[in-house]
């Protein structure tokens, strides 16, 4: 299915950017693509785009008097698949009008000449949508680049600190347990520890759990130190705030806190999971897809019948108050997808209509009905959609304003595993000074040089 999705994909990207095939008179023929397939892959996207999107908006644009025809363009592969496709079509003028992209490819997309500013694009619009008043400048970040919007945020996710109610008890700490510090977290391993449970702490760690190390722990831990890998065209050395986050994690792991060997198990992330679920870790720091995929009592791997009940969650702390980036007490990390507007289009105008209907409150709430919620990038749809949802309802309203997210570009991929690996040495017993050393070392490597570092 997905050899025969790439191939429908490049047929159609032939046509595509509202390019007419002819007989259609004055109608503007706009094309919008996802990596999602009827009966495959993301299939519930695919068919809202087909069945709902299409006729609702040619239906907007013909009480507006234009003549407008929207065809969807299906996907269903692997992601890199998918981005090697969107790269080629875009490289040689081609693809969809509208396309979905990881918020990550960005970077890359802009740097590469793929993407270019929606206001050198569509002109004041771009500026002026009534969305952008309801998007957090958090999640607004996520689809900007050297401080231009490049494209619009479609969703996103934040990361919390999970924690066993029934264990906190037996521990005497409070359901309501919000740390200010790090420290407040450590005292809370500790007393979870005399109190016999067997994983007090648990942040991931390692090469073995990938980007989860990443974006479930040296990031959030960087950002709560003041730093950000990237910064005014710079990454982030061995800076003091590296050693700060590289330091928690010789607390934890050195200090009997949290299971080293955990971190290292080719399959240590989803043991992880069931160890939760089981009452053996007491306190987890996981985004929201841990909450609905995998702790959910209905549909989830490591499902959790107390879930409800017997999991809190509390916001991630600066290591103190006032030491996060901007001066925050609380941060978080957050991923997301963006919705595009191809610069090769000969209707950008009609295609970024088309983009924003699809980020319209009555889009949003249609599409995600029927069991499909999600956390929007609108707050006012958030608020409506969410409203039985208590942990998304805390992230879209708590976490969304003060989050962080990784750089868009190219080389970060790189980066990533870097730091990854500088955790994994911690846990092994490596000081944190000569951890970030080593990193800063290895970063040299990847980004170009010491030129490009700032320590």
């Not at 609702?56 to 008097?65: I, L, R, V």
Request: glycine share 12%; with cysteine; net charge negative.
């Amino acid at each position: 299915m997905g050899v025969v999705a790439v191939l429908a994909a490049s047929v159609v990207g032939l046509a595509a950017c509202g390019q007419s095939s002819g007989g259609s008179g004055d109608a503007i023929e706009l094309t919008i693509t996802q990596n999602a397939i009827a009966g495959g892959k993301n299939a519930a996207g695919a068919d809202f785009i087909a069945n709902w999107v299409i006729p609702k908006f040619e239906a907007a644009q013909k009480a507006k008097g234009k003549d407008v025809k929207v065809k969807f363009v299906p996907s269903g592969v692997d992601d890199e698949q998918y981005k090697t496709k969107l790269s080629l079509d875009l490289k040689s003028g081609k693809g969809a009008d509208v396309m979905d992209i990881d918020s990550i490819w960005a970077g890359e997309f802009a740097e590469a000449g793929y993407l270019k500013p929606l206001p050198d694009l569509v002109g004041a619009e771009a500026d002026s949508w009534d969305g952008w008043a309801q998007i957090p400048e958090a999640v607004q970040g996520m689809a900007m680049y050297n401080g231009k919007k490049y494209a619009l945020p479609v969703g996103t996710d934040g990361r919390v600190l999970y924690f066993n109610k029934t264990l906190f008890q037996k521990a005497g700490l409070p359901a309501d347990w919000q740390p200010t510090s790090w420290q407040e977290i450590l005292d809370a391993g500790t007393k979870l520890k005399s109190s016999g449970v067997p994983v007090p702490i648990q942040i991931n760690a390692g090469t073995a759990m990938g980007e989860a190390t990443s974006m479930q722990g040296v990031l959030p831990l960087l950002v709560g130190a003041g730093g950000e890998v990237q910064q005014n065209g710079k990454w982030t050395g061995a800076s003091q705030p590296l050693k700060d986050a590289l330091g928690l994690y010789q607390k934890i792991y050195g200090g009997g806190l949290g299971d080293p060997k955990l971190q290292q198990e080719a399959k240590g992330r989803d043991k992880s999971f069931q160890q939760f679920a089981e009452g053996k870790i007491g306190i987890l720091l996981e985004g929201d897809y841990f909450w609905r995929s995998v702790i959910n009592p209905a549909e989830g791997v490591a499902k959790m019948a107390d879930r409800d009940q017997s999991v809190g969650y509390a916001m991630i702390p600066a290591m103190e108050p006032g030491k996060g980036i901007k001066g925050q007490d609380f941060v978080s990390m957050s991923g997301g997808s963006l919705r595009a507007v191809n610069p090769n289009s000969e209707h950008p105008k009609e295609a970024f209509e088309l983009a924003t209907f699809t980020l319209s409150p009555e889009a949003l709430k249609e599409e995600t009905k029927d069991g499909n919620v999600r956390i929007t990038p609108r707050t006012d749809v958030n608020k409506d959609i969410l409203a039985g949802e208590p942990l998304m309802t805390f992230i879209s309203e708590k976490v969304l304003p003060v989050t962080a997210f990784r750089p868009p570009v190219a080389v970060y991929p790189q980066v990533s595993v870097a730091l990854q690996e500088a955790t994994a040495a911690v846990v092994s017993g490596t000081a944190p000074d000569q951890a970030a050393a080593d990193y800063q070392k290895k970063l040299e490597g990847i980004v170009g040089g010491a030129g490009n570092i700032a320590s």
